[in-house]
């Protein structure tokens, strides 16, 4: 059964500070890998996709990484923001079985950050 | 472009009480999801339906939940009779075609606490 960990559970960090955040994998046999931000109260977004042929996704000033053959993604976020502030959660797709066409993520329990202006 | 719509935003009940959710996705969105997030978790995904098919409930607990998408566009989630453990964030989200290489969109959620 995959188990999805992610360390540590809430960070502080002071405005413009580059931070990083970590999620691991007990099971490398992934489709992909996404991370999301959850704001209190609100739905998930999505925030980066990385399918397990790749290694890395970039968007604006954050960067995540995959290795998959060793369970370990990390999400970085270059000159964080008081926006920034939220609650990350990554999550990991199984590859799809023939037919059955379910898309079950697993996801962590995330990392709650909070930008300290 | 609209997002994914849930109602209520919030609901109290008590135990053994039954309760329901509405979801209305994406225009568009063939497939339709509700997870559960118990504080302090990740989201458990409790169905997958696509267009008006289940395709995945194998974590949904059929003695006390049920849901539909009768029409391939909105869906409602019900719990009866409802347990304490229950009391969580019901999360709706959709996705074009269900693909496992698309990105999903969620709603904000219904809040429900069981006393």
Known sequence: KQEVTQIPAALSVPEGENLVLNCSFTDSAIYNLQWFRQDPGKGLTSLLL???????????????????????????????????????????APFPNSG??????????????SVIP | EA??????????????????FWCNPISGHATLYWYQQILGQGPKLLIQFQNNGV??????????F????????????????????????????????????EKLFFGSGTQLSVL
């Open chain 1, 50 to 92: 990385i399918q397990s042929s790749q290694r890395e996704q970039t968007s604006g000033r954050l960067n995540a990484s995959l290795d998959k053959s060793s369970g370990r993604s990390t999400l970085y976020i270059a000159a964080s923001q008081p926006g920034d502030s939220a609650t990350y959660l990554c999550a990991v």
């Open chain 1, 100 to 113: 059955a066409g379910s898309y079950q993520l697993t996801f962590g329990k995330g990392t709650k950050l």
């Open chain 2, 55 to 64: 395709v995945d409930d194998s974590q949904l607990p059929k003695d006390r």
């Open chain 2, 3 to 20: 997002g994914v719509a849930q109602s209520p935003r919030y609901k109290i009940i008590e135990k053994r009480q039954s309760v329901a």
């Open chain 2, 66 to 101: 049920s849901a539909e998408r009768l029409k391939g566009v909105d869906s409602t989630l019900k719990i009866q009779p409802a347990k304490l453990e229950d009391s969580a964030v019901y999360l709706c989200a959709s996705s074009r075609t269900g693909a496992t290489n």
